[in-house]
């Protein structure tokens, strides 16, 4: 024992800090792009493949990574998918058209009301994005709508918007 501990304290005492250094640099883009990798594989666009009754039996994380497939599918890149509690509003941080945008997802039976385009705006001032969105699978208020047409940055993606976009992403995969 003693003699390789010997051999590791030569092997280390050899090594300069800047060799180090470079080695972690690789190891830490390594991981980096396996993580991205990994996300990747996971909202495939295919994911967005799901009917009606699938949607509205979702949990909430899974319905995330239905609309993060719907996305993808739909040319957007996702940059996040943000931890489940403390999000700042947002659940999704996605890319496209030179825009970042904070994605507030809501799996209700009820209508969405003014407090989730409150709180993708929030998301939207937070994580720096340029607009928001907030999607469901159900619809939104009266409230809600008149809030997001004050904000031009917010679009809101009702049930109908929704299973469009999911049948767009569906086309466009099949091309």
Not at 1 to 22: A, D, Q, Y
Not at 92 to 121: D, L, M, S, T, W
Not at 139 to 145: D, G, I, L, V
Request: hydrophobic fraction near 40%; proline fraction near 1%; glycine fraction near 4%.
């Amino acid at each position: 024992m003693e003699e390789i501990r010997k051999t590791i304290s030569s092997f280390l005492s050899n090594i300069e800090l800047s060799t180090v250094l470079i080695i972690l640099g690789v190891l830490i883009i390594l991981l980096s792009f396996c993580r991205w990798i990994l996300i990747k594989m996971k909202m495939t666009p295919k994911n967005a493949d799901r009917t009606l009754e699938q949607i509205d039996n979702m949990t909430g994380a899974q319905f995330e990574e239905f609309v993060a497939a719907v996305l993808e599918g739909n040319g957007y890149e996702i940059l996040e998918m943000t931890k489940t509690t403390g999000d700042f509003g947002a659940d999704i941080i996605a890319h496209r058209n030179e825009e970042n945008f904070a994605i507030q997802c809501k799996r209700y039976a009820k209508p969405v009301g003014v407090k989730a385009v409150q709180e993708a705006i929030s998301a939207m001032k937070h994580y720096n994005c340029d607009r928001c969105l907030v999607v469901t699978n159900s619809r939104f208020t009266k409230q809600a709508m008149e809030l997001a047409n004050d904000n031009e940055v917010v679009g809101l993606w009702d049930r109908n918007f929704l299973v469009y976009m999911r049948d767009r992403a569906e086309k466009q995969s099949k091309e």
